[in-house]
């Protein structure tokens, strides 16, 4: 019986192609996502079954890890990819956005897992390959919030990468850099508030310099390659910079100086060098 994959948030971009790849390479693909019947595309491949999950639910959770069960016997990866992102200035944050950029890309990513282990230690076996950003290692401007959490997802898959070597489970972290999906358009909630304009300037040179940069991004299907890569790596190894600059990046920020960096990174904030 070939392996089985569940996905959250496979209903575009990473999630999609992630699908699409494990689908290719012969898996059972669990492709979880809110709208299920908007996926007719992945619905019509064999051995992928498309499932109403939202990581806001926690009923929702548990009714499709159970259908997965009892459809392919089995799940030997987890992929939790579902997130969300707002970007803006943090002072015109609302509590609103706040609550949710940790309540998706945190609590959601936590409880799916929480929900998945009883199942892992059963087998003594399993992955979860837990989908990071670049931003949970390297901060960049306007996206503190996003930052915050994805640092969360690091030290939260850090930690628990020991705890589950008892168990024979898995914990692998893939970290996509800059890559061409609706992430910065649809998918990308807008921070701002009418009494706080102080930041518009700096704020719109940045979003003008991130679209122009996306022609230069990688696409989803570079980064679902790294997840199979992780998915089949029985190794220790933790963590899977994928694609979009992540690996030059992460490369900078280990040889140059703190100040020197944090100086470049403050020049993309504004385009105005400082003091």
């Known amino acids: 019986m070939p392996p089985t994959v569940f996905i959250t948030g496979a209903s575009r971009g990473i999630g999609k192609a992630t699908a699409v790849y494990f689908h290719q390479k012969g898996w059972q693909v669990a492709a979880t996502m809110r709208s299920p019947e908007q996926a007719s595309d992945l619905a019509g491949l064999d051995n992928v079954l498309c499932l109403r999950l939202d990581v806001l639910n926690p009923d929702s959770i ?9 459809t ?29 950029q940790f309540a998706v890309n945190v609590f959601g990513l936590m409880r799916v897992t929480q929900l998945l282990l009883p199942h892992f230690r059963a087998q003594k076996d399993g992955a979860v390959i837990n989908i990071s950003s670049i931003g949970g290692r390297i901060t960049f401007p306007w996206y503190s919030l996003y930052n915050a959490s994805k640092w969360t997802v690091e030290g939260f898959s850090e930690a628990v990468h020991h705890e589950l070597r008892l168990f024979g489970i898995r914990v692998k972290v893939v970290e996509p850099g800059l890559i061409k999906t609706d992430f910065y358009n649809d998918s990308m909630d807008r921070i701002s508030h009418p009494h706080c304009t102080a930041y518009d300037e700096a704020f719109h040179h940045y979003t003008r310099m991130m679209h122009q940069s996306l022609k230069f991004a990688a696409t989803p299907d570079q980064v679902a390659k790294v997840v199979y890569r992780a998915a089949v790596d029985r190794s220790r190894k933790l963590r899977y910079p994928a694609a979009g600059g992540a690996s030059l990046l992460m490369l900078l920020r280990k040889l140059l100086p703190d100040a020197l960096f944090l100086r470049m990174m403050g020049f993309t904030a504004t385009g105005k060098k400082r003091n």
């Open 62 to 70: 548990g009714l499709a890890i159970q259908e997965a069960i009892k």
């Open 72 to 100: 392919f016997s089995r799940i030997d990866v987890l992929v939790n990819n579902a997130g969300y992102a707002a970007m803006g200035p943090f002072e015109a944050a609302s509590a609103e956005q706040i609550q949710r």
